[in-house]
C-alpha cells in the first residue's frame, strides 16, 4: 500500500495551472506573430483599393471630358490643354500615391522586423525562465516527498 502524500496533489494541480500558463503564453504570442503578417498583407488591400480608386476617378475625368468636348459645337480651342492639364495631374497623382504606397510598406517592414525581433528575444528570455522556474519547482517537488 502506498503512503498518501497531500503535497502530491497540491504539486499536480500548480504543475497544471503552469502548464496551462505556459500555453497560453506561446499562443499568445503566436498569435502576435499572425497579427504582424495580417499587417503586412493589409496594405497590399489598401494598395489595390487606392489603385482601383484612381483609375474610377481617371474613368469619371475622361468622361466628363468626352461630354464637354460633344457638348461644344466645333470644340473648345483650350480643351485640349484641359485634357492635358488633368492627365498630368493624374499621372502626378498616382506617382504621389506609389511613393506613398512605398514608403509606408518600407516603414512597416523596418518596424515589424524591429518587432518580431524583440518577440524572439523575448520568447527566448520566457523559454528561459520557465525551465528555470521549472526545475526550480521539482527540485521544491522532490524535497518534499523525501521530507515526507
Known amino acids: ?14 504543475r497544471t495551472v503552469l502548464d496551462q500558463q505556459h500555453e497560453f503564453v506561446t499562443r499568445s504570442m ?4 499572425r497579427m504582424l503578417e495580417s499587417m503586412t498583407s493589409s496594405t497590399d488591400v489598401g ?11 481617371e474613368a469619371a475625368m475622361d468622361a466628363t471630358m468626352e461630354t464637354m468636348e460633344r457638348a461644344t459645337p466645333g470644340g473648345m480651342p483650350a480643351m485640349d490643354d484641359i485634357r492635358d492639364m488633368i492627365d498630368q495631374q493624374l499621372e502626378a ?8 504606397w512605398t514608403a509606408i510598406e518600407s516603414q512597416l517592414e523596418e518596424t515589424l522586423s524591429t518587432y518580431e525581433s524583440m518577440l524572439d528575444q523575448g520568447e527566448e528570455v520566457y523559454e528561459d525562465l520557465f525551465e528555470a522556474y521549472m526545475d526550480t519547482f521539482e527540485q521544491v517537488e522532490e524535497s518534499v516527498e523525501e521530507a515526507a
Do not use: L
Request: zero cysteines; proline letters at 3%; a negative charge.
Open 1 to 14: 500500500m502506498t503512503d498518501y502524500n497531500p503535497f502530491d496533489t497540491m504539486f499536480e494541480m500548480q
Open 30 to 33: 503566436d498569435m502576435q506573430r
Open 47 to 57: 494598395r489595390n483599393m487606392d489603385a482601383q480608386t484612381r483609375h474610377m476617378a
Open 93 to 100: 497623382g498616382e506617382s504621389m500615391s506609389e511613393e506613398t
